[in-house]
C-alpha cells in the first residue's frame, strides 16, 4: 500500500455521516482475514442489508458473532452497544454488587447512558479499548459512530476527563436533599424557599433533580476508575499499532472539512492513513459539463455530477502533501449485498492505494 499505510493491528474508519464507512470497515476486515489474520469488525447500527452480508443479528451486541466467510484468517463481527458497554463499566468500578444496582436502577443514568452527547462516541473507543486488551484478535477495524461532527469521536476520551474534573462535577457531588427529598438550602429560608422550590418543580421537576443527585452520590466512588480508563483510551488512541483511514464524499465543498479533521488528527498525535474519496461519480464520454441542470435530462445531470466529483477530487490531490495515501472509489450501482460484494469493494481500494 502506498504511504506507508499498511493496515495496523488496530484500525478506525472516520468521517462525516453518509460516506459509507460502515461498508468500508466491512470490506477492511474480509480482506485482512482473507490476508489470514483473525479479525474482528466492529461497527455501529449497521444496514439491514449489510448485517445479512455478514450473517449477523441482533446477538451481535451481546458478543462477537463468527462470520462464515471461508477465509483463513478468522473473521468476527460486533455491533456496538453503547448501553451496555456504559453498563460493564458501572458494575466493573463500583464497590459493590449494591452500589452498581443504585446506579443502574437510576432513571437518570438511564436517560445518560443512552442519549447525553459524546457518551456513544465515548463507548465506541471504551468497546476498543475492552476488545483491543483482551487480545483475542490480530486486527481489529473499528466503523465509528455516525455523527454530523466527525471530531465528536476524537475528543470524546478528553471530555470524559474535563467533565469528571470540572467543577459542575463537584457542586453536583454535594448533598442536596435530605431525607424527606427536599433541597436543604431551600428550607433555610422559610416560606420563600418553598416557593422556590415549587418554582424549580415546575421549571425543571424535583424528582429529575433528585434522580439526578441520587445518581452522582452513588457514581461518586467511580470516577477514579473512569478517569484512569479514560486516559488508557487516549493512548490507544494515539498509538502507533492504531491507524485513522478518513472517508470522505467527492464533492468540492466537502474538502475544507476534510483538510481540517486530517490535520486535527496529526497534530493531536494520531496516525492518519489512507484518505478514501468514496462514491465518485463517473464521467460520461464525449459529454459536457452543463452550464445549467436541466432536472429532466438524466444524462446533463450526470455528466455534470461526475465532472463535479472529478474537479474536486484534482483539487483535493493538488492540496495534499504527495506522500499522502489517497484513494478514490467509484459509485456503484448498488451498495454490496453479500461477501463477494465486499471482496470486490476491497479490490477496488487496494488498487486504488497501490496505482
Known sequence: MKGGSELAPLVIVVGGGGVGKTTLAAALGLRSA?????????????????????????????????????????LDASLLDAGATFNRLVERYAPDPAAAERILSNRYYNHLSGGLSGILEYMAVERLFEVASAGRYARVVLDTPPTREALDFLEAPNRIVDFLDSGVLKVALKDWFDADGHLKPARRFGAVGRRFERFLDELIGLDLLRDMAEFFQAFGPLFEGFRERAESVRGLLRSRDTLFVLVTGPAEEEIPDLLFFARRLVESGHRLGPIVVNRVHPRLEGARRPAKIDRADGVGLLAWMGERDHQGLSSLRGLLDPRQALAALPLLSEAPTDLEGLSALADRLMRALES
Do not use: Y
Open 34 to 74: 482473507q490476508d489470514g489474520t483473525d479479525t474482528l469488525v466492529m461497527t455501529f447500527d449497521p444496514s439491514m442489508r449489510l448485517k445479512d452480508t455478514l450473517g449477523v443479528g441482533d446477538s451481535a451486541r451481546d458478543r462477537e458473532v463468527e462470520v462464515a466467510s471461508g477465509t483463513p484468517g478468522r
